[in-house]
């Protein structure tokens, strides 16, 4: 089975910077900010890997198995490149945060 790759845009990374970091925050500038902040980070800061595995889970809905399925990996292997990437960002934004 061929999977088609989703690349991340403007468009949709707001997706998964609200998945990654959502407060409530009303303030349109700050949460278009953020969106930046996490967009780059995600292009700049995540391997190939966890990046695919981010955007699989987050922009496509994909569940862990169809996902481990497609890249050929364990479903460890992609909680761990998930967890790891959500790790990465959220430190990203924490920082900016202060």
């Given at each position: ?55 699989m889970y987050y922009l ?17 292997t992609v909680t761990r490149h ?17």
């Amino acid at each position: 089975m061929r999977h088609e790759r989703v690349y991340l845009n403007d468009e949709n990374s707001d997706i998964i910077a609200f998945s990654l970091y959502h407060q409530g925050s009303s303030n349109r500038m700050e949460r278009e900010r953020m969106k930046t902040i996490l967009t780059r980070a995600i292009r700049r800061e995540l391997t190939d890997r966890q990046r695919d595995c981010i955007t699989m889970y987050y922009l496509e809905g994909m569940k862990m198995k169809d996902i481990a399925d497609a890249l050929h990996l364990s479903r460890s292997t992609v909680t761990r490149h998930i967890q790891s990437a959500t790790r990465k960002l959220r430190r990203v934004a924490s920082y900016y945060q202060r």
